[in-house]
């Protein structure tokens, strides 16, 4: 039994016996203890603040006398005097073993902290960034050795990271000399290091000691909007976030209007993603100016984006996803420097791209599997993004299966002959009695209901411009609740629904939402505007089935929306619609910008790099443009909520009346044609 | 005992036992036989012919019957009809063992043949490039297994060429899809993997089979010249050499005025960077077209420089290297990316650095090294690069020293009143009759001596414009042996040697080597011009001796002159002045642009790569600067030959009278002021 005092760490109750004298930090690093230094024990980063604990530990069978640790240092004294040590605190580089310890490593001193995420149904995010900031001295040159510069600084670094080899960027070679004499042979490195434990490179250096903190970016590249989130690596804090439209729009609204764009123009393709690498770079400074933060000290980036984003980002023509076999022209997550994508942020800074899951699901539907991980649930989790191109994923611990559906852009207001985006005026909340058949509705930017007193003076800024895709959701539903709208989706005429807000539009009927005024044109949902609906969530609703097919189950134990439409919609209102399928609706949730969160996660730990990369490749991917029950499903989801499942739990907390406006010379939507829309 | 049939393979020797129908590629790849195959086995690339022997090989023991390999296949004839197949071949791939057979593997069969080097002195070359074609059939997309094209042409290329994992330049992300179409799955990869076995990467594909041959360029990028070497990578054969002028001429002849540009002018080194990537892709754009190769077939580059040119050409000021201790931005080997270093030429090309041994001992040291290899010397040799600054190298397989000395550029013709550059017209030559002091010449351009009938009319184009660098060591050296001039360097009066052609110049005498005629003055040797070469020698010689100290040694077994002075250099004359340490006569041997082979080497062979940095580690560094016996040395061999060493070989052939002109005022070389010059 070794009669050297013994030294446990807490929380992770690592123990070792060590000779009297040994730093703390030396202790630490022995026993692979999570306890952070950048400065290599020199008492100048104060990473490594340890609280040791006095007394008797009958749990770890010590006694921890007063003078366990050595005394309080100089080092400590003038750390203390310039920068105050909280009490209790010591630096573990400084204090050493002189008896049996006990040790907390406090979260703050730990590099693999957790960063607390808000949704109860998720993991927390264990910090392990690609970068690491590493102060060294460096010798001299000597002319009886002669060693380049370089040569001697990797020697430091090897010392103190205990790294076998270290390389360097080549943009680093030019200041490299300035700025080792501009520190005094003292500088701090930024060494990055894939997940793939590739060679660590030095990608930033500063003269003398610097602190950090370093930033990384984390976006989701969409076709409509980029939004970025600029967090700190060492606590994970997003800093600032911001957002722009894509530059690319100008090329077309949605994504195949982009991918024709380039078929169409010689050099198209090109000119889309210098827009593109533009629009990131305008975010970069927007976001580092946000945030004040020095663009220098942004050293990692990870990316998110569906396919055609991606090929139209790397540089590659996007010709080959307009067309089956939809082949992608790289698949696998990408590790690259920043500048290899035109990117003019700091010359060292490493960008990550997700994984592309297959030709139709993206890299955006891979951080909504990072950042829900159905292969980490105990039940079966249906996970939906819902854009113009829905990504579903359907799985729990026993395996993910994952399709895209052509939803269309329905769901975001577009063919809607009163829709519009979500912007104030916006109808986002509707209710219709089921007796009177009389709506109420809220408009974006106003709380109040349109019965409720002061509605229209409320409103008189933005006036009532049209129905959003929440809203429209919403109104087709209570109108198929109210008995206005039969299962088949035709809505019935006045004599029919005896109310005076149908009207005969055309060949079908449409419902007066609201009669309009002076100022404004009435609002009305027509029998075209169902079809829409219908077809764009026959689409979203066959492909669900589709896995739930393949999966051999005919419900699921929940469903979770992803994207910023998931986030406003009512999970009762798309039930009855059959959106999703049937499933208690408090086993609804809203995942947020779940992409957005996925390429979060993958800046702040490496680690969630290599687990998603081989969750992707277990993924069971089902492309539904050749699945046979496609078909099949789509018809039947057709109709409000379906015409082949019975939807029971959602019939047991809402009554579906037994109408039908089906006069025979009508046209149902069941029978509408199917189209293929990608984008 | 095993009953398969027994392989042999020569000239390797290998054998082994195969079951029948085993292919002699797969027989020679499972043993290790180096036989070269671009296509995998497909019949297509025809690199892996082989030469069955038949009858009686007591030798091996065994007996090869007629039917010893299956009958000559459709492939085969196919191939033959196409490009005929040499007598007697067959396609290693397609021939499969029905008996026990001898297989020869041609050299041009092996990947690893020699490049036989035309010095008897020197090691052949063994061929091994960074860079290998394989060509590989890739499965097509398929929407229920997707997966990117790349992922999919990685596979393939894995299975041909047993690499566990490769990579790809992101420049090739984008022509991927179409090249994979247009050669309908089937392409060509070239895969370049550095001497350090990092994973592979593509750095170049063509659609369909592409049988190179690829292309190397080997540069030693002089201070004063730009030259380079195309080889083909897969014979090692020079297929053009071209030159240019170094266009940082213009901000300073030698290295220190350009050192002095940079400091002086801001952005200067900048300038200078610029200036020699432009000249470097002039060279490219030269030499493919001198070649008539395609540029995107040069896929490797090897660069060998002084440490002023390696920072420079890196776009490191060069700053620190004008000034003590003379610190290196970095001293280790670099392999990059061509384009990381500003040069156009085929986007995926390598460049590879040879590293530097120190301050003033630079990457073109190391070439010399490479190429000269004192370490694997089994007597001890002296290499000296001789330059404005020469490089020294001294040792043999024991160990080897090196130091560079500041010869200045009075070897060139510089600093001597009638020295020019080695061009038609320049004296190149000089002998003067040790009893009557008159001399005869030749000059650049012309065979006749000038006592010899028809010379003045061969030189009247020409004109005699001056003397060039080894003109200058002869005369000089004549003149010593003639008795115009003494040990210590002074030239002696028309009365003290006898003889008109010298005569009163100044305060010292002059030595009249040509008369001059109507239309050119007359060409003499003044005692200025002997100090210069006094100064550059004695910088030469105690560099060496130095060395020879460290070593312990007084004299060397053998002398290698390096550089293209060298190459013209008589070893007499030189040895006549005391640049050379005393050896006999015919261990004196010129190795031409031994930088450049250098080069070359790195660039046919990467396991040199790997020679070369071992070897630069190894190497004990000596730093002139700070000898204390180098002063001593360089007082000593201020002499003709030297005041202290004696050269008691060089005086068994020749004859160095005792003569001496020094009057007491004059003023001799011997305390002349030292002057420290690099560049």
């Given at each position: 039994?070794?009669?050297?005092?013994?030294?446990?760490?807490?929380?992770?109750?690592?123990?070792?016996?060590?000779?009297?004298?040994?730093?703390?930090?030396?202790?630490?690093?022995?026993?692979?203890?999570?306890?952070?230094?950048?400065?290599?024990?020199?008492?100048?980063?104060?990473?490594?603040?340890?609280?040791?604990?006095?007394?008797?530990?009958?749990?770890?069978?010590?006694?921890?006398?007063?003078?366990?640790?050595?005394?309080?240092?100089?080092?400590?004294?003038?750390?203390?005097?310039?920068?105050?040590?909280?009490?209790?605190?010591?630096?573990?580089?400084?204090?050493?073993?002189?008896?049996?310890?006990?040790?907390?490593?406090?979260?703050?001193?730990?590099?693999?902290?957790?960063?607390?995420?808000?949704?109860?149904?998720?993991?927390?995010?264990?910090?392990?960034?690609?970068?690491?900031?590493?102060?060294?001295?460096?010798?001299?040159?000597?002319?009886?050795?002669?060693?380049?510069?370089?040569?001697?600084?990797?020697?430091?670094?090897?010392?103190?990271?205990?790294?076998?080899?270290?390389?360097?960027?080549?943009?680093?070679?030019?200041?490299?000399?300035?700025?080792?004499?501009?520190?005094?042979?003292?500088?701090?490195?930024?060494?990055?290091?894939?997940?793939?434990?590739?060679?660590?490179?030095?990608?930033?250096?500063?003269?003398?000691?610097?602190?950090?903190?370093?930033?990384?970016?984390?976006?989701?590249?969409?076709?409509?909007?980029?939004?970025?989130?600029?967090?700190?690596?060492?606590?994970?804090?997003?800093?600032?976030?911001?957002?722009?439209?894509?530059?690319?729009?100008?090329?077309?609204?949605?994504l195949?209007?982009?991918?024709?764009?380039?078929?169409?123009?010689?050099?198209?393709?090109?000119?889309?993603?210098?827009?593109?690498?533009?629009?990131?770079?305008?975010?970069?400074?927007?976001?580092?100016?946000?945030?004040?933060?020095?663009?220098?000290?942004?050293?990692?980036?990870?990316?998110?984006m569906n396919p055609v984003m991606h090929h139209l980002?790397?540089?590659?023509?996007p010709?080959?996803l307009?067309?089956?076999?939809f082949?992608l022209a790289?698949s696998?997550?990408?590790?690259?420097?920043?500048?290899?994508?035109?990117?003019?942020?700091?010359?060292?800074?490493?960008?990550?791209?997700?994984?592309c899951i297959a030709g139709h699901v993206g890299a955006d539907a891979?951080?909504?599997?990072?950042?829900?991980?159905?292969?980490?649930?105990?039940?079966?989790?249906?996970?939906?993004?819902?854009?113009?191109?829905?990504?579903?994923?359907?799985?729990?611990?026993?395996?993910?299966?994952?399709?895209s559906?052509?939803?269309?852009?329905?769901?975001?207001?577009?063919?809607?002959?009163?829709?519009?985006?979500?912007?104030?005026?916006?109808?986002?909340?509707?209710?219709?009695?089921?007796?009177?058949?009389?709506?109420?509705?809220?408009?974006?930017?106003?709380?109040?209901?349109?019965?409720?007193?002061?509605?229209?003076?409320?409103?008189?800024?933005?006036?009532?411009?049209?129905?959003?895709?929440?809203?429209?959701?919403?109104?087709?539903?209570?109108?198929?609740?109210?008995?206005?709208?039969?299962?088949?989706?035709?809505?019935?005429?006045?004599?029919?629904?005896?109310?005076?807000?149908?009207?005969?539009?055309?060949?079908?009927?449409?419902?007066?939402?609201?009669?309009?005024?002076?100022?404004?044109?009435?609002?009305?949902?027509?029998?075209?505007?169902?079809?829409?609906?219908?077809?764009?969530?026959?689409?979203?609703?066959?492909?669900?089935?589709?896995?739930?097919?393949?999966?051999?189950?005919?419900?699921?134990?929940?469903?979770?929306?992803?994207?910023?439409?998931?986030?406003?919609?009512?999970?009762?209102?798309?039930?009855?619609?059959?959106?999703?399928?049937?499933?208690?609706?408090?086993?609804?949730?809203?995942?947020?910008?779940?992409?957005?969160?996925?390429?979060?996660?993958?800046?702040?730990?490496?680690?969630?790099?290599?687990?998603?990369?081989?969750?992707?490749?277990?993924?069971?991917?089902?492309?539904?443009?050749?699945?046979?029950?496609?078909?099949?499903?789509?018809?039947?989801?057709?109709?409000?909520?379906?015409?082949?499942?019975?939807?029971?739990?959602?019939?047991?907390?809402?009554?579906?009346?037994?109408?039908?406006?089906?006069?025979?010379?009508?046209?149902?939507?069941?029978?509408?044609?199917?189209?293929?829309?990608?984008?």
């Amino acid at each position: 039994m070794s009669s050297d005092p013994l030294v446990i760490f807490t929380p992770s109750g690592k123990r070792g016996n060590f000779p009297v004298g040994t730093p703390i930090l030396t202790a630490a690093r022995q026993l692979g203890v999570d306890l952070d230094s950048v400065c290599g024990g020199r008492g100048i980063c104060s990473k490594c603040q340890i609280t040791p604990s006095y007394g008797e530990f009958p749990k770890h069978g010590v006694t921890v006398s007063e003078d366990a640790l050595s005394d309080w240092n100089a080092v400590e004294q003038r750390y203390d005097d310039k920068r105050g040590l909280t009490k209790g605190r010591r630096l573990g580089c400084q204090a050493t073993v002189q008896g049996d310890v006990v040790i907390d490593v406090p979260a703050e001193s730990q590099v693999h902290k957790q960063v607390v995420r808000k949704r109860a149904e998720v993991r927390d995010i264990t910090l392990n960034s690609t970068v690491q900031l590493a102060y060294v001295e460096v010798e001299e040159p000597d002319m009886h050795k002669p060693s380049g510069d370089l040569e001697r600084l990797i020697t430091a670094l090897k010392a103190s990271t205990g790294f076998a080899e270290i390389e360097i960027d080549t943009h680093l070679l030019r200041p490299l000399q300035p700025i080792l004499r501009k520190g005094g042979w003292k500088v701090t490195a930024a060494l990055h290091q894939d997940h793939k434990a590739q060679t660590p490179r030095i990608i930033a250096l500063w003269p003398g000691y610097f602190e950090g903190p370093l930033y990384g970016l984390a976006v989701d590249l969409g076709s409509t909007t980029i939004a970025g989130h600029l967090c700190n690596l060492a606590t994970g804090e997003v800093v600032a976030s911001s957002g722009l439209m894509n530059p690319q729009i100008r090329f077309g609204e949605d994504l195949m209007s982009r991918v024709s764009y380039a078929m169409m123009n010689k050099g198209g393709d090109l000119e889309m993603t210098e827009a593109v690498r533009e629009g990131l770079n305008q975010l970069v400074i927007d976001i580092a100016k946000d945030a004040e933060v020095d663009p220098a000290h942004i050293l990692d980036a990870v990316f998110v984006m569906n396919p055609v984003m991606h090929h139209l980002f790397l540089g590659i023509d996007p010709f080959e996803l307009g067309q089956a076999p939809f082949a992608l022209a790289t698949s696998d997550a990408l590790s690259l420097a920043a500048s290899e994508l035109g990117l003019t942020i700091a010359p060292g800074t490493r960008a990550y791209l997700l994984p592309c899951i297959a030709g139709h699901v993206g890299a955006d539907a891979a951080g909504v599997a990072l950042s829900e991980a159905p292969d980490k649930s105990e039940d079966l989790a249906l996970v939906v993004d819902v854009g113009t191109n829905a990504e579903i994923l359907l799985g729990d611990k026993n395996g993910v299966l994952a399709c895209s559906s052509p939803t269309g852009p329905a769901f975001e207001g577009a063919q809607i002959s009163a829709g519009q985006r979500a912007a104030p005026g916006a109808i986002e909340r509707v209710e219709i009695d089921p007796a009177t058949k009389e709506p109420r509705f809220r408009v974006i930017g106003c709380e109040l209901w349109s019965d409720e007193e002061g509605f229209a003076t409320a409103v008189a800024d933005t006036g009532i411009t049209g129905i959003c895709g929440s809203g429209i959701i919403e109104v087709i539903a209570e109108m198929r609740i109210a008995g206005i709208v039969d299962a088949s989706g035709l809505i019935g005429s006045a004599e029919q629904t005896g109310s005076a807000r149908c009207f005969l539009d055309g060949r079908t009927n449409s419902y007066t939402l609201w009669e309009g005024d002076a100022d404004q044109k009435p609002i009305t949902v027509t029998n075209g505007d169902i079809r829409a609906i219908q077809m764009a969530k026959a689409a979203l609703y066959s492909g669900a089935r589709l896995l739930m097919d393949k999966r051999g189950v005919t419900e699921v134990d929940r469903v979770v929306l992803a994207g910023a439409f998931g986030a406003h919609i009512s999970a009762k209102h798309a039930m009855v619609l059959g959106m999703i399928p049937d499933c208690p609706l408090e086993k609804v949730t809203s995942a947020g910008n779940a992409a957005g969160t996925g390429a979060r996660i993958a800046l702040l730990n490496k680690d969630a790099r290599n687990s998603i990369e081989t969750l992707v490749r277990k993924i069971e991917k089902i492309e539904t443009a050749v699945e046979p029950r496609f078909q099949e499903h789509f018809v039947n989801a057709s109709a409000l909520p379906n015409s082949a499942d019975p939807f029971p739990i959602l019939r047991e907390v809402v009554t579906l009346p037994e109408v039908s406006f089906n006069t025979g010379g009508g046209e149902g939507a069941s029978g509408g044609r199917r189209r293929r829309r990608r984008g």
